[in-house]
């Protein structure tokens, strides 16, 4: 800092952070959030003087992000720069090769498609021989009327059956809901009674559950923007 005897830090890309937030008009004063990576270890800062004598000198990964959540986000996607599909691509070779992916998504306009794929994003649901009709993009077309938070369900149902069959140990989602509660069949009295179906495959994924547990499955959570089955629409 000018005028305090403090030696300027060379770090790259500190004069292209600087130049950014100038232009937002705060200095540095914004965003609030410093996340930083650095072999294997990251965390996140409130201050960038924080976070700047932690990356000093190091081969480390920083960003600042206005949200907590956008910085955990980015850490959780493998702190990677540049664009959208390197970045995915990168974030993902720390995944499981044979890992399973599981979403839904209204995202054609047509009703609630559920999808179910490998780490390349290739469509495996046909492998749970699902009951409802496949797509041409290898997608399941729900019924008129199924919700989107039915079909994540449904789509972790699907993944736990194919992981079951064929001795898959890891599967993601990006349903926090489906993951935390419902696959495990914690499900409100008030749902049960308003969407029966949905109780009863929640019964049948809790089941396909204890059994991919009982194997050594591991059921986790994704980030959205870089799940390969992803169905929506996420941030950059």
Same mark, same amino acid.
């Given at each position: ?128 021989? *699902?009951?409802?009709? #496949?797509?041409?993009?290898? =997608? ?8 989107? $938070?039915? @079909?994540? %369900? ?41 969407? *029966?179906?949905?109780? #009863?495959?929640?019964?049948? =994924? ?8 009982? $194997?050594? @499955?591991? %059921? ?17």
């Amino acid at each position: 800092m000018a005028g305090t005897g403090t030696p300027k830090l060379d770090i790259p890309g500190l004069s292209q952070f600087n130049r950014a937030a100038t232009a937002r008009g705060g200095g540095l004063s914004k965003p609030k959030f410093y996340a930083w990576y650095c072999n294997g270890d990251q965390g996140i800062e409130l201050s960038w003087a924080d976070c700047r004598a932690i990356v000093s000198g190091r081969n480390a990964r920083y960003r600042g992000f206005s949200t907590r959540q956008e910085a955990i986000d980015w850490l959780e996607g493998g702190a990677v720069y540049g664009k959208k599909k390197v970045k995915k691509r990168l974030a993902l070779s720390d995944y499981p090769k044979d890992a399973i992916f599981f979403d839904a998504g209204t995202g054609r306009g047509r009703g609630t498609e559920v999808n179910v794929t490998d780490r390349k994003g290739v469509p495996i649901v046909h492998l749970a021989k *699902p009951k409802f009709p #496949l797509t041409e993009f290898g =997608t399941v077309l729900l019924p008129k009327g199924k919700t989107n $938070n039915f @079909g994540e %369900l449904l789509g972790c149902f699907y993944a736990l059956r194919i992981a079951n069959a064929n001795q898959i140990k890891s599967i993601y989602g990006d349903s926090d809901l489906v993951i935390s509660y419902w696959s495990k069949n914690w499900v409100s009295a008030e749902k049960r009674s308003t969407d *029966p179906d949905l109780a #009863l495959l929640a019964e049948w =994924t809790a089941k396909e559950l204890r059994t991919f547990n009982a $194997n050594g @499955g591991s %059921l986790k959570h994704i980030p959205g923007r870089i799940n390969p089955a992803d169905l929506g629409f996420h941030r950059d």
